[in-house]
């Protein structure tokens, strides 16, 4: 399975992908992980980017195509499959992922585009905590940590992102709508989208994917 999740942030991409990552075992890029844990390092890259990512900005697509390029290509990259959050973001970044897969025979299979309403957004982004340790994500509410301020799994810290306030909340949704939204459209063209309701609960959608991923199985078996 070749999988992108689609979807404005806050939409539950990362919970979703963790969830099918436990059910399926195939692993998760998601670019914005990548990108934060660069600047925790305080690598050269994780210093150019910095300041696009704290306000909310999209990085630039050569920048972020060379790190998902070299990611799937480089010894070791995931074959068989993978799920991929936050990439692409860009008609630019969709037009190049296509061209990378090309070249080694391995297409992307879906697009899951998770729709979402506005005031759903906005309260999953402003309660949003994340584990430091391990990228975990909760909610203050509506996911919290059984252990209160640490992470279930690992006990790491857990923080609030510095773009989940609401000013770049704003931003993120305006980035989002003007450069994210056409490629649902790329996807469709290609017959390739699967759109399912992101105001449901993680779990409910976990069931509907993997009935639908089993039937797809089942198609290609006959
Ligand atoms: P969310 O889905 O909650 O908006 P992400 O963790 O996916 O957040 O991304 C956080 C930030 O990282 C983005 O606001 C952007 O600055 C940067 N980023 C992540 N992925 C990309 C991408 N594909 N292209 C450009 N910038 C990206
Ligand atoms: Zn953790």
């Known amino acids: 399975m070749r999988i992108v999740l689609l979807g404005p942030p806050g939409a539950g991409k990362g919970t979703l992908a963790n969830l099918i990552k436990g059910k399926f075992a195939i692993p998760h890029i998601s670019t914005g992980d990548i990108l934060r844990e660069e600047m925790k390092a305080e690598s050269a890259l994780g210093k150019k980017i910095k300041g696009y990512v704290e306000s909310g900005a999209l990085v630039p ?4 195509i060379q790190i998902i390029e070299n990611r799937l290509t480089e010894k070791g990259a995931p074959r ?6 936050g990439f692409p973001r860009t008609t630019a970044q969709a037009t190049a992922l296509d061209a990378i897969l090309k070249k080694i025979g391995q297409p992307i299979e879906s697009a899951i585009y998770m729709e979402t309403t506005l005031p ?7 309660g949003r905590r994340v584990c430091r340790e391990c990228g975990a994500v909760f909610h203050m509410t509506n996911r919290p940590s ?5 992470c279930d799994s690992c006990d790491g ?5 510095a773009d989940d306030n609401e000013e ?5 949704m305006d980035v989002y709508l003007t450069s994210t939204t056409p490629i649902i459209e790329y996807y469709q063209k290609q017959e390739k989208l699967l759109k399912v309701d992101g105001n449901k609960e993680s779990e409910d959608l976990l069931q509907e994917l993997s009935d639908e991923f089993n ?7 006959d």
Not at 146 to 150: C, E, I, M, P
């Open 168 to 172: 770049t909340i704003r931003k993120r």
């Open 157 to 161: 810290e857990l923080y609030q992102r």
């Open 80 to 85: 068989e499959g993978y799920m991929l959050d």
């Open 61 to 64: 697509d050569e920048i972020i």
């Open 146 to 150: 059984k252990k209160g301020n640490v």
């Open 120 to 126: 759903m957004i906005v309260s999953r982004l402003t």
């Open 215 to 221: 039937e797809n199985k089942a198609a290609h078996r």
